[in-house]
């Protein structure tokens, strides 16, 4: 069974930091585009990072951008978004979602936006408050 699991929410505060994991079961990542999703209470869900399987530059939300940075470990099957610098309207619950195809590793990663072919986990909750 094809399964992705988010870890690594909680609460912080702001100014502070979070790791999230997203780490695969069943299938190995490193073929796969692997996307952060958030979605903040009476919001709908935004794209947040992304990284696809050619060593791209990664892409970020304007949001996000020097404050997340997105990685792979190839070796524990593993993506991580470390958020530096939180701040409350980063409170949200984070979901990764996998894409193999290039078609869709393409839309998702350029446009940081959801594709029908993704494999996605259940999320995580951060919040940040203090």
């Known amino acids: 069974q094809l399964q992705l699991v988010e870890s690594g929410g909680g609460l912080a505060q702001p100014g502070g930091s979070l790791r999230l994991s997203c780490a695969a079961a069943?299938?190995?990542?490193?073929?796969?585009?692997i996307g952060w999703f958030r979605q903040a209470p009476g919001k709908e869900r935004e794209g947040v990072s992304c990284?696809?399987?050619?060593?791209?530059?990664?892409t970020y939300a304007d949001s996000v951008k020097g404050r997340f940075t997105i990685s792979r470990d190839n070796a524990k099957n593993t993506v991580y978004l470390q958020m530096n610098s939180l701040k409350p309207e980063d409170t949200a619950v984070y979901y990764c979602?996998?894409?193999?195809?290039?078609?869709?590793?393409?839309?998702?990663?350029?446009?940081?936006?959801?594709?029908?072919?993704?494999?996605w986990g259940k999320g995580t909750l951060v919040t940040v408050s203090s």
């Open positions: 069943g299938f190995t990542l490193n073929y796969y585009a």
């Open positions: 990284i696809d399987d050619n060593n791209s530059v990664p």
């Open positions: 979602a996998a894409v193999h195809d290039a078609v869709s590793s393409q839309a998702m990663c350029n446009g940081l936006r959801e594709v029908n072919t993704s494999l």
